[in-house]
T-cell receptor, first 109, second 116 residues
Framework: KQEVTQIPAALSVPEGENLVLNCSFT??????LQWFRQDPGKGLTSLLL?????REQTSGRLNASLDKSSGRSTLYIAASQPGDSATYLC????????FGAGTILRVKS | DTEVTQTPKHLVMGMTNKKSLKCEQH?????MYWYKQKAKKPPELMFV???????INESVPSRFSPECPNSSLLNLHLHALQPEDSALYLC???????????????FGPGTRLTVL
């Protein structure tokens, strides 16, 4: 059974810091990997999708990488802002998504 | 437009009630999904519809009954629910779940369900 681990579980940083969120899968046969953002009580917002043929994807201040050999992905957030405060979830390995427990991020102004 | 809409936003029902959740997308997507999210937990897949046919049922109790009347609409019919079924129910869609998982899933805002 596929399991997804996210580290750290929570993170509190001052505004402006660069951040790294980690995600790992027990089964490295990953066809796609999505990073989502969830604000309290809300639905999920898709941030980035990395397909198995890709090593990384970028959108604005966000960069996600995928190492298929190890089943690991990293979400890098540059110059964090208070508006980035949310729970970040990674999910994969294909369309039948299995989610990690998430990283709760708080960016202090 | 990458919007998935869900109605109602909130629903309170008794254990003997019958109610339905509705999900709609107009992106031309052929795969639609229901997820359940308990408080402080990640979403868990319940059902997948592909080209209006049920393709995955993750051993969900029969008190949850999905329906896909057309390619844009997905319903979840609820009957005789238990208090432990209280959760956020999320709908999602993607282009096509047959493409070995290369599609972005777009989620709706969810329906917050409380079973008394």
């Amino acid at each position: 059974k596929q399991e997804v681990t996210q580290i750290p579980a929570a993170l509190s940083v001052p505004e402006g810091e660069n951040l790294v969120l980690n995600c790992s899968f027990t089964d490295s046969a990953i066809y796609n990997l999505q990073w989502f953002r969830q604000d309290p009580g809300k639905g999920l917002t898709s941030l980035l999708l990395i397909q198995s043929s890709q090593r990384e994807q970028t959108s604005g201040r966000l960069n996600a990488s995928l190492d298929k050999s190890s089943g690991r992905s990293t979400l890098y957030i540059a110059a964090s802002q208070p508006g980035d405060s949310a729970t970040y979830l990674c999910a994969g390995p294909r369309n039948k998504l299995v989610f990690g427990a998430g990283t709760i991020l708080r960016v202090k102004s | 437009d990458t919007e998935v809409t869900q109605t109602p936003k909130h629903l309170v029902m008794g254990m003997t009630n019958k109610k339905s959740l509705k999900c709609e997308q107009h992106m031309g997507h052929r795969a639609m999904y229901w997820y359940k999210q308990k408080a402080k937990k990640p979403p868990e897949l319940m059902f997948v519809y592909s080209y209006e046919k049920l393709s995955i049922n993750e051993s969900v109790p029969s008190r949850f009954s999905p329906e896909c009347p057309n390619s844009s609409l997905l319903n979840l019919h609820l009957h005789a629910l238990q208090p432990e079924d209280s959760a956020l129910y999320l709908c999602a869609s993607s282009q096509d779940d047959q493409s070995v998982g290369t599609d972005t899933q777009y989620f709706g805002p969810g329906t917050r369900l409380t079973v008394l």
